[in-house]
Nanobody, 124 residues
Framework: QVQLVESGGGLVQAGGSLRLSCAASGGTFSNYGMGWFRQASGKEREFVAH????????TYADSVKGRFTISRDNAKNTVYLQMNSLKPEDTALYYC?????????????????WGQGTQVTVSS
């Protein structure tokens, strides 16, 4: 059983930056592909980014490509999401998730463990 705890959300002005963290416990972190998803009010949860167990392969949603960067530190059992050039449409509850098999998937049903989420609000 893997437990995931997100942190780092907050209120930021458009054009600003935030870094989200997700700390994992209870499993072998380096076995899992890790993803970030987000859910805006009244909308479905959507894929944001995925990183392979080694960190050597990353995949992004088109809406965040070039602005967001996913990374991981397996020694610290933590995955990060660096978000730059934030827009009001990035406002959402952001979740991290763990997947095994570790290969890329953008489908939320393919992830086994989820955190509780951290709120990101971008003001215009």
């Amino acid at each position: 059983q893997v437990q995931l705890v997100e942190s780092g959300g907050g209120l930021v002005q458009a054009g600003g930056s935030l870094r989200l963290s997700c700390a994992a416990s209870g499993g072998t972190f380096s076995n899992y592909g890790m993803g970030w998803f987000r859910q805006a009010s009244g909308k479905e949860r959507e894929f944001v980014a995925h990183i392979s167990p080694s960190g050597g392969r990353t995949t992004y949603a088109d809406s965040v490509k070039g602005r967001f960067t996913i990374s991981r530190d397996n020694a610290k059992n933590t995955v990060y999401l660096q978000m730059n050039s934030l827009k009001p449409e990035d406002t959402a509850l952001y979740y991290c998730a763990a997947r095994y098999p570790s290969s890329f998937s953008g489908g939320r049903g393919d992830y086994d463990y989820w955190g509780q989420g951290t709120q990101v609000t971008v003001s215009s």
